[in-house]
């Protein structure tokens, strides 16, 4: 058994902890009723209401404790304790306190403490939603029984005004709702205690009062539409919500039903008002809804609220038009892993309060989505202009630093516009347009704000698709190779080729590697993919000895195959690679993988000991794109590299007679250089026949490029090396 150390009075006491989770789950039942029992309506004793709440505090117990926190579970919780007679506001508050304070301490076992606080804020706010829905059920199931008691009241008052006084003062006086007698003038002739405790006011002060004279400003339009039609004897009754204001200032909310009292003949003589006062449940409806629709931490507008803003202003008329900013700051993530969340949080609230002062113009709000997205939302005829204006206050506010825990923090944000007439979108639209160019700016370096570009949505909405078709693609053999030969510079034989990875979508067609090799890379999906191309290359590569042999110099055709940066730190790339080798039944020295200069800047032993391990096995490494990685050129005698392959750039000045002579020195002393340390050259990009022979006079070894081949089937290639061979 554990134990826990208790201050008490200047001193320590030691309490026993309880052992088993069902231990400290009775200990927080334990604990929960004897908070909210004082407040109940129960007739249940102490103990009786405890086992009332011990399930109760099991489904948040499981609800913490879930993979996924789901908040109808603390909705339900909500809604059991209206079941259990906890309709006091206390008892809610008093509940929610005990859930903050005890549910992770005896339920969180050894869970994340950050996350289960997390996990029970969003169960107190559903247990808070639940309660405010299950209360106004039962309101509307109480206000029903007390229109059917003011009906019956109605004729019990009638009988009782025809019958004898005694029986009527009886019901008049002793029910418990206020209940007035007035003439068809609207002259007030008799009140009942009740009404005149729920007003604070005399009964003669009372009757001085005329019905007319008791409007509110938040009386509904058709309040006294209402009222002239019952005084007219149209209508036999009505029931609505309707507010007077007290002689102390105070506002007293009622349930009212006016009554129409006829006589003996039919004729209309007497308005009857039964009034249930209100007040303070409509306060803890509004303290519900307010909880409901406000974040927490920062007082801010929540999500819930800010779309029931934005579809509201989406739906206006027309010629009305709307202005969104949808801000993320930047580097926040470093923020909360170094200082901690409690300083993110209070970083949250400053610049909380700085967006609530952008936005004070009639038609703007700011709101907080969560983490460290906020919004903020103009609306009017002219919001093109303003939502500009509102963009560029924002970023101006973030400008000075936040002074937290005696450090001052840079805040930083970027920020995507939409803008538009209304009517035209709906708000999953817009958000999305807001939250695409939010990140467009982003990327763009940050600390900017960018306008929603249609065409650009379009094309990340299309990313988004092809990163989530990834891998059902794969699956479904949708991608295929096409080969580019590499040609001997020397005698225009064809040496091997090139394996370049393409995918024929349903929708798109034919796409290029440059569509979704860096979506890959992104998901991790690179590796598999890696893997299957390598592995139906080396086997293409066998297919060619078998038919071919070998090239004009005695080697194997060899297939090139290129490596992405997330394939060079996988753990599997060395004995992946050799399985296939040995599965396909192709020597080593048939393989080249291309790996870009760029993937090996700065590479320290770690990531080159499996090309080291690739090299030593024969598998030739050649480093792709070289000449644009500005790398130090005497790296090149420790990476384990035995091709150079120069980047493109460097033939387009060769398409053109003179050749860029700066150009031709740097490729000669290129080529120079890797001859020296025993690489071979070969060249990207040639499109003409000069190009071709000025690279050869050059000494570079091999090319492609469209001017021998484009990419194709591997039969085009046979052919081509057929050509080659005979010609």
Not at 275 to 287: I, K, Q
Not at 331 to 336: A, D, E, L, M, Y
């Amino acid at each position: 058994m554990g134990f826990l150390r208790v201050r008490r009075r200047g001193a320590f006491r030691v309490i026993a902890e309880p052992d088993g989770p069902e231990d400290r789950l009775r200990r927080f039942a334990t604990i929960w009723s004897r908070a909210v029992f004082p407040v109940t309506s129960t007739s249940a004793t102490r103990p009786e209401f405890e086992e009332q709440l011990l399930p109760l505090a099991r489904r948040l117990s499981e609800a913490l404790a879930a993979r996924a926190v789901d908040t109808d579970e603390g909705r339900a919780v909500g809604a059991a304790l209206v079941d259990a007679h906890c309709t006091d506001p206390e008892a809610l508050t008093r509940s929610l306190d005990c859930v903050d304070a005890y549910l992770v301490l005896y339920c969180g076992g050894d869970g994340d403490r950050e996350d289960l606080r997390s996990r029970s804020s969003r169960l107190q706010h559903a247990m808070a939603a639940g309660f405010a829905h299950a209360l106004r059920e039962r309101t509307l199931t109480e206000q029903e029984a007390i229109a059917q008691a003011a009906l019956q009241a109605q004729g019990v008052v009638a009988q009782a005004l025809h019958a004898t006084e005694a029986r009527f003062r009886a019901v008049f006086e002793g029910a418990a709702i206020g209940i007035g007698i007035a003439d068809l003038d609207g002259n007030v002739l008799q009140v009942n205690g009740a009404l005149l405790r729920m007003f604070g006011i005399t009964d003669q002060t009372m009757r001085g009062r005329k019905v007319q004279e008791w409007t509110h400003p938040e009386d509904a339009p058709q309040t006294w539409t209402l009222y002239d039609e019952l005084v007219r004897g149209e209508r036999e009754h009505y029931h609505l919500e309707k507010a007077f204001s007290r002689p102390d200032g105070t506002v007293l909310w009622t349930n009212l039903t006016v009554s129409l009292l006829r006589d003996a003949d039919g004729a209309p003589q007497y308005q009857l008002a039964l009034m249930e006062d209100t007040t303070e449940r409509r306060l803890l409806n509004l303290r519900l809804r307010y909880e409901a629709t406000h974040d927490a931490l920062t007082g801010l507008p929540n999500r819930t609220l800010f779309f029931e803003r934005l579809e509201k202003a989406l739906s206006a008329g027309e010629g009305q038009r709307f202005g969104l900013c949808y801000l993320d700051l930047d580097g926040f993530k470093t923020i909360n892993d170094s200082l901690g969340h409690a300083a993110g949080d209070r970083l949250l609230v400053e610049v909380a309060d700085r967006l609530q002062s952008c936005a004070t113009a009639p038609g703007e709000m700011v709101a907080r989505l969560g983490g460290d997205e906020f919004v903020a939302l103009t609306t009017g005829p002219d919001t093109e202009r303003e939502v500009d204006d509102l963009a560029a206050r924002i970023m101006n506010v973030l400008l000075a630093p936040v002074r937290i825990d005696g450090r001052e923090l840079t805040v930083r944000g970027s920020i995507g516009i939409v803008e538009g007439p209304a009517g035209e979108r709906g708000p999953a639209e817009v958000l999305r347009s807001a939250d695409i160019t939010m990140y467009r700016a982003k990327s763009a370096g940050g600390n900017r704000f960018e306008l929603a570009d249609p065409e650009a949505d379009a094309r990340a909405i299309t990313r988004h698709g092809l990163t989530t078709q990834l891998p059902a693609a794969l699956d479904r053999g949708e991608f295929f190779i096409e080969y580019q030969p590499l040609v001997h510079l020397g005698d225009g034989s064809v040496r091997g080729a090139e394996a370049l990875v393409r995918w024929l979508h349903p929708q798109h067609g034919v796409l290029g590697p440059d569509r979704f090799i860096p979506l890959a890379e992104h998901t991790g999906l690179i590796v598999p993919l890696g893997r299957w191309v390598l592995e139906q290359s080396v086997r293409q590569a066998r297919e060619w000895r078998e038919r071919y042999g070998q090239d004009v110099a005695g080697d194997p055709l060899r297939i090139n195959v290129n490596l992405s940066p997330c394939q060079l730190t996988h753990p599997g790339l060395v004995q992946d690679t050799v399985d296939i080798l040995e599965r396909a039944g192709v020597e080593p020295d048939a393989l080249c993988l291309e790996v870009t200069e760029s993937a090996l800047i700065g590479a320290d032993d770690d990531l080159l000991k499996p090309l080291r391990r690739l090299a030593e096995m024969g598998v030739d490494i050649a480093l792709d794109d070289f000449g644009t990685g500005y790398s130090n050129l005497a790296n090149l005698r420790r990476l384990p590299v035995s091709v150079l392959k120069l980047d493109r750039s460097f033939t387009q000045s060769m398409q053109q007679f003179p050749a860029d002579p700066v150009d031709l020195k740097i490729v000669e002393g290129i080529v120079s250089l890797a001859h020296g340390l025993n690489l071979a050259v070969t060249v990207e990009g040639v499109e003409t026949g000069a190009q071709a022979e000025q690279l050869r006079i050059l000494g570079c070894d091999t090319a492609q490029g469209w001017y021998y081949a484009r990419p194709g089937p591997p039969d085009r290639l046979h052919q081509l090396a057929l050509v080659d061979a005979t010609g």
